[in-house]
């Protein structure tokens, strides 16, 4: 069966350290990889894409990795603050005819002073 | 500023009535979405519309419907049929390419 797993715990972490998310998927074969940044309350916001053929992507402090040959992607925040406590998504980009992202369920991050 | 606005933000209603919850878009973008996300879960895909009068049904789709008669506004209506409707609605947008999606702040809608 097809699956997109992330980790259902929170992630604790303090102030200053590196925050690692994993992003595991089965059955798929994305075209593309996103992940977005959701407050509680509120609708998820756009952080990073990383494409099929890219194995790393950086933003400021963001990084994304892709593996396609291990169906896993890595989302890391450096010098993490506590304005980065969020649940972060994972997406899986899907090229059907039309563009169809299939969520993970979220890690929430939170990051102590 | 250009976005997405859902309105309104927090909805009750009773059980067997229908209610429409409203979507508006000014990125221009051709295509739309809308997602419901519950506890423990993803967002899930209810329909979507890559361009004006045309629409698809997304993975779960029964007790839902929509309209696209505006490229700016894909409203979707929760019906009785819909068995369990209580939950955060999130419509999207994106210009249809393999791009990021734009959401809206979300309607939680409450069914008693």
């Known amino acids: 069966s097809q699956k997109i797993e992330q980790n259902s715990e929170a992630l604790n972490i303090q102030e200053g350290k590196t925050a690692t998310l994993t992003c595991n998927y089965t059955?798929?074969?994305?075209?593309?990889l996103q992940w977005y940044r959701q407050d509680p309350g509120r609708g998820p916001v756009f952080l990073l894409l990383?494409?099929?053929?890219?194995k790393e992507k950086r933003k400021e402090r963001l990084k994304v990795t892709f593996d396609t040959t291990l169906k896993q992607s890595l989302f890391h925040i450096t010098a993490s603050q506590p304005a980065d406590s969020a649940t972060y998504l994972c997406?899986?980009?899907?090229?059907?005819?039309?563009?169809?992202?299939?969520f993970g369920t979220g890690t929430r991050l939170l990051v102590s002073p | 500023d250009g976005g997405i606005t859902q309105s309104p933000k927090y909805l009750f209603r009773k059980e067997g009535q229908n209610v429409t919850l409203s979507c508006e878009q000014n990125?221009?973008?051709?295509?739309m979405y809308w997602y419901r996300q519950d506890p423990g879960q993803g967002l899930r895909l209810i329909y979507y519309?890559?361009?004006?009068?045309?629409?698809q049904k997304g993975d779960i789709a029964e007790g839902y419907s929509v309209s696209r008669e505006k490229k700016e506004s894909f409203p979707l209506t929760v019906t009785s049929a819909q068995k369990n409707p209580t939950a955060f609605y999130l419509c999207?947008?994106?210009?249809?390419?393999?791009?990021?999606?734009?959401f809206g702040p979300g309607t939680r809608l409450t069914v008693t």
């Open positions: 997406a899986l980009v899907l090229n059907t005819g039309f563009q169809k992202l299939v």
């Open positions: 990383i494409r099929e053929n890219e």
């Open positions: 519309s890559q361009i004006v009068n045309d629409f």
């Open positions: 999207a947008s994106s210009t249809g390419r393999l791009d990021e999606q734009y």
């Open positions: 059955n798929y074969s994305p075209a593309y």
């Open positions: 990125l221009n973008h051709d295509a």
